[in-house]
């Protein structure tokens, strides 16, 4: 089992930064490939960012490419997802989520999930 806990969400103005970060216990956190998904009301939870167990290789979902990075710690079992030039779209629950193998975009194939922490954009 891997435990994930976000935290860094909260309220930003447009045009602003915020850091959200994930704590993993439980199991090897270098072994895990991990993610950040959002879910914003009434709509799907859709990819954001994954990266590979080293960090070395990471992938953007169009809408974020260029603003966000994800970026993980090993020795701190910790994952983290920066975010620039929020824009009010961008609001929503960001929730991160681990998987064994690859990473990938797709929902359904993480294992472990987070509790999910809130990002709100103001205009």
């Known amino acids: 089992q891997v435990q994930l806990v976000e935290s860094g969400g909260g309220l930003v103005q447009a045009g602003g930064s915020l850091r959200v970060s994930c704590l993993a216990s439980g199991r090897t956190f270098s072994n895990y490939a991990m993610a950040w998904f959002r879910q914003a009301p009434g709509k799907e939870r859709e990819f954001v960012a994954a990266i590979n167990w080293s960090g070395g290789d990471t992938l953007y979902a169009n809408s974020v490419n260029g603003r966000f990075t994800i970026s993980r710690d090993n020795a701190k079992n910790t994952v983290y997802l920066q975010m620039n030039s929020l824009k009010p779209e961008d609001t929503a629950v960001y929730y991160c989520?681990?998987?064994?193998?690859?990473?990938?975009?797709?929902?359904?194939?993480?294992?472990?999930w987070g509790q999910g922490t809130q990002v709100t954009v103001s205009s």
């Open positions: 989520a681990a998987r064994r193998r690859e990473y990938s975009v797709a929902v359904g194939a993480y294992d472990y």
